[in-house]
């Protein structure tokens, strides 16, 4: 078969475009990226396609010339910048569900969420839920996947949870009560494949989860031994207290961490087995087997213990520029600064312009560090500055050097923490 997948780069994408070809189909990979698809096959057509403005069916036609299938498995967790939840979730999935049953596609599978239902509040949700609609409204064979919260390598969602349960203490929404039903991502392209395979037809929503729930305060501390540490004590917190905390995600830098995904979390995650068992004629895999009875690799417990460190870093390190900058300006006295720039050759006008030219650009340093600002480059630059100035110091100002307390030799571990902020954030998803 000829299979348009959205989302071909993203880890349940990428798991379904592997089982896809296995399976012999071609498959035209929609991406906003195609650079960035990890395969490279010859039944693979790379298709650049930027779902903030694929909303119309006039876009998609045109991709959808001999096109048996559409698998859409767009989905962002939490909206950030040019994304919407109401765009990609809703909009452009909807706009290219029309345009496949005016194109002939014979089947339509797509990967919505569980709880993306009647009872559905969050926006999150509700979003999948209108192209969910969309789809269950068009005449063709059409499938609404709804999985759990899925796990496997690469998982975004299991970066969180497994630096969650690597904290010291647990601090649980209503004492972790709440059931999760985790689906291997494997088992989702599983089903998806299914789906495709011309002797299964008919109009279904399928929820896909693990064979039994889990709670909440159980699935921590499993993944917690799993990372090699030993029992955490845990807290009950009142949900309105896992509310404002989660509140603070956006200015930590942490999407994920926000107000609908704990109203989700609460609503809990589970569903009956069975439809998923029957669609792939086997029980779904086991979180035993799959995942607790492997121990975290050193780059998964590291990745757990950085988690929440990566903001806190990038705050210090705002903090530095900007308490450097506002120091000069208001508190340290000018005419020791004008001696110490003196002393390093510059005199005259030059003093007072490089003093405020100096703090400004310290504070703003620290704002744009703040604002994530080209996090990367933004680093670089902080990295070669600092190291101008170590070194013009260190050359013309040498007692610095010597100094008992190493007010210039401290320049060298913030010189490692701006390089490996910087390796942080390019490792972001």
């Not at 299991?158 to 689906?183: D, K, M, T, W």
């Amino acid at each position: 078969m000829h299979i348009l997948l959205t989302g071909a780069t993203g880890f349940i994408g990428n798991a379904i475009l592997r089982a896809l070809l296995r399976q012999g189909h071609q498959v035209s990979a929609s991406c906003r990226r195609p650079d960035r698809l990890p395969i490279a096959s010859p039944d693979i057509t790379p298709l650049p396609v930027d779902f903030t403005s694929a909303d119309s069916e006039d876009y998609w036609l045109p991709h959808l010339n001999g096109v048996d299938a559409i698998v859409n498995c767009v989905g962002i967790i939490a909206e950030s910048g040019g994304t919407s939840f109401a765009q990609l979730h809703a909009r452009a999935p909807a706009a290219l569900f029309r345009a496949g049953a005016q194109a002939g596609v014979k089947k339509i599978v797509e990967l919505s969420a569980l709880g993306a239902d009647g009872h559905a509040e969050s926006a999150y949700h509700l979003s999948k839920k209108a192209a969910d609609d969309t789809l269950r409204g068009l005449p063709l064979d059409w499938f609404v996947l709804q999985p759990s919260i899925v796990y496997g390598d690469g998982a975004q969602s299991g970066g969180l949870f497994n630096a969650l349960a690597a904290l010291p203490v647990h601090l649980l929404p209503e004492g972790g009560r709440q059931l999760l039903q985790p689906i291997q991502v494997d088992d989702v392209a599983a089903a998806v494949c299914r789906c495709l395979d011309p002797a299964v037809g008919g109009q279904k929503t399928v929820a896909l989860v693990g064979p039994s729930p889990i709670a909440y305060a159980d699935w921590l501390q499993a993944l917690r031994r799993r990372l090699g540490k030993p029992p955490a004590p845990s807290f009950s917190i009142p949900y309105s207290c896992a509310l404002s905390a989660a509140g603070l995600g956006k200015w930590l830098g942490e999407p994920i961490l926000n107000k609908d995904n704990i109203a989700m979390l609460s609503r809990g995650n589970s569903a009956a087995s069975g439809p998923v068992a029957e669609l792939l004629g086997r029980p779904p895999l086991s979180m035993a087997s799959q995942l607790f009875e492997k121990p975290a690799s050193q780059a998964e417990r590291w990745h757990a213990g950085l988690y929440f460190l990566r903001p806190l870093l990038c705050l210090s390190i705002a903090l530095v520029w900007l308490w450097s900058g506002i120091t000069s300006l208001l508190f340290y006295p000018h005419e020791l600064s004008y001696q110490l720039l003196a002393d390093t050759g510059i005199t005259g006008i030059g003093a007072p312009l490089t003093l405020y030219g100096l703090a400004a650009l310290d504070i703003v340093l620290g704002l744009a560090t703040l604002a994530r600002f080209h996090s990367s480059r933004l680093m670089l630059w902080q990295f070669w500055l600092v190291l101008a100035y170590s070194v013009v110091v260190a050359l013309r100002l040498p007692e610095f050097v010597f100094h008992p307390f190493g007010p210039l030799l401290k320049n060298i571990p913030f010189l490692i923490c701006l390089l490996i902020y910087r390796q942080l954030e390019g490792e972001k998803p």
